[in-house]
Structures are given as C-alpha cells and as structure tokens.
C-alpha cells in the first residue's frame, strides 16, 4: 500500500494520506487546515515519485524504512548483556551476547522496505518503487536543501 506521510505547515500534526484520494484535498487532523498538494501524474498514473507533493521539490533520497530507536534499543540491551557477562568474567558469553545483538539488528534490517524521504520538507513515500534517480542520503544535500528544519 503507497503512504504519503508529511506534517501540517500550521500545527505541527502528522497527516497521512494515500496517492488517490477521494475528496481531492487532505485536511490535518489537527487543527483542519486543508493541505495543498503537487500530485505529479506519475504518482497517481504509475506510482512512481519524481517531485514531492507537499513542497514540489525534486530532490530526494532513499533510506531504509527501519527504526532508529528499535535498532539503538537492540544493540543498548545487547551491551548491557554483554557488561553483565564481562563483569562476572565470562568474556566467551559477553561476545556472543554483542554478536547476538548485532544479528537481530542486521536481519530485522535487511528485512524492512525502503521508503523515499524529500530533502526539503522530510515527506515521506512508503511503498513507491524506487527511482533510480534518487541516491542515498547524502549530508550536504540536506545542508544545501533545507537543512533538519523543514522549509515549506
């Protein structure tokens, strides 16, 4: 299912919305303001994101649609076993805790979709095939684009 997730310019709230809607215009759930879109026809016709529909832009990037906080969580516990161990000197059953951790963290990983975030207004599109003309994160494109802020 294609999922376009992006926040109101007003108060903040999370709007979703899918690529066809049946009323045209989304409205936050906040504070219902309605939401005014640049649905580009490749996205409606072919499921395929070339420009963002929230703020126009045409840069964007692709990332794995995994939690950051799950996967900092895993490999936190993971070390936390591992200090348990390593403090009662069993160094054998430390490493396997930390190597455990670690696999947890890359299956669950490799396992998760991508999703295409703009640099410019951080929207995010799940379930959209990737466009070969969207890279991987890129830290100067975020300065030059709009920064950790969005800029609507």
């Known amino acids: 299912m294609q999922i376009i997730l992006t926040k109101c310019r007003r108060c903040e709230s999370e709007i979703v919305f899918t690529p066809a809607l049946e009323n045209g215009i ?5 504070c219902q303001t309605p939401v005014p879109l640049r649905m580009d026809p490749s996205i409606r016709d072919n499921g395929f994101v070339r420009n963002c529909v929230t703020c126009g832009h ?9 939690n950051r906080n799950l996967g900092v969580a895993i490999v936190a516990a993971g070390s936390l076993v591992a200090l348990f161990f390593f403090s009662r000197s069993q160094p054998l059953l430390g490493m396997l805790a930390l190597f455990a951790s670690a696999g947890i963290d890359f299956i669950i990983y490799s396992v998760v979709g991508d999703v295409t975030v703009c640099y410019s207004c951080h929207t995010i599109y799940r379930g959209f095939p990737k466009n070969p003309d969207h890279g991987s994160f ?15």
């Open 138 to 152: 890129d830290l100067k494109d975020l300065e030059k684009y709009g920064g950790r802020d969005p800029r609507f």
């Open 26 to 30: 989304p409205k936050c759930p906040g």
């Open 58 to 66: 045409d840069t964007l990037y692709i990332q794995k649609d995994f």
